[in-house]
């Protein structure tokens, strides 16, 4: 699916657990965008983020969830404490946009978490 | 505010017939780009069209054909002669060229197909 590739694809989390979902957009493309899916519903935007650099997290709870794009490695969306409400489908995506908007993003396979 | 609109929930057809797919979208931008995403039930999101404001032709794909209206600002989605092999959720989206340089995409509610064999 256009090369960006999320892990883990399942991840089962006990309330009160730490979630750690991983990004690796695709080759060429610095610019990572995460999505949540909640059941039944549609995709929300969370955050984007460059390399180092948060640019746009107004879609992020305020707390218990953060997001980080190192100059190496992949993205990572971590959730802390989870709660039921967790449970999504988390969606990373990447483009490559260099200063212009308009570039088609090209979304991952998912990451399902689900919370007990 | 940008804001897209799905209207159908939840749509079925029998196999070989066709179907269009709504889509109404609202900006305040003169440019904006339109998407449609289709989710099967496996669970990815698959990129099927993109198309920017200044570009009002229809586009034709195999059985798929996008009608882009600015006068409603609607991006309907037909699928000719449908497989069971189409049914999925499909998303239309939006996303504003406005004073951002980065490409948030805004993704209507989804509408899921389900074609009957």
């Known amino acids: 699916n256009a090369g960006v590739m999320q892990n883990p694809r399942h991840l089962v989390r006990r309330r009160g657990q730490e979630a750690r979902l991983r990004c690796s957009p695709m080759k060429g493309h610095s610019h990572v965008y995460w999505y949540r899916q909640l059941p039944e519903e549609g995709l929300k935007f969370m955050v984007y983020l460059q390399k180092e650099n948060i640019i746009d997290e107004s879609g992020m709870p305020k707390e218990r969830f953060s997001a980080e794009f190192p100059k190496e490695g992949p993205s990572i969306l971590r959730i802390q404490q989870v709660v039921r409400g967790d449970s999504a489908a988390y969606f990373c995506?990447?483009?490559?946009?260099?200063?212009?908007?308009?570039?088609?993003?090209?979304f991952g396979e998912g990451s399902w978490l689900t919370v007990v | 505010a940008q804001k897209v609109t799905q209207a159908q929930t939840e749509i079925s057809v029998v196999e070989k017939e066709d179907v269009t797919l709504d889509c109404v979208y609202e900006?305040?931008?003169?440019?904006?780009?339109l998407f449609w995403y289709k989710q099967p039930p496996s669970g990815e999101l698959v990129f099927l069209i993109r198309r920017n404001s200044f570009d009002e032709q229809n586009e034709i794909s195999g059985r798929y054909s996008w009608n882009f209206q600015k006068s409603t600002s609607s991006f309907n989605f037909t699928i000719t002669a449908s497989q069971v092999v189409d049914s999925a959720v499909y998303f239309c989206?939006?996303?504003?060229?406005?004073?951002?340089?980065?490409?948030?995409?805004?993704f209507g509610p989804g509408t899921s197909l389900s074609v009957i064999p």
């Open positions: 900006t305040r931008d003169t440019t904006y780009y």
């Open positions: 989206a939006l996303s504003e060229a406005g004073e951002t340089s980065y490409d948030k995409v805004i």
């Open positions: 995506a990447s483009s490559p946009s260099q200063g212009i908007s308009g570039n088609t993003i090209y």
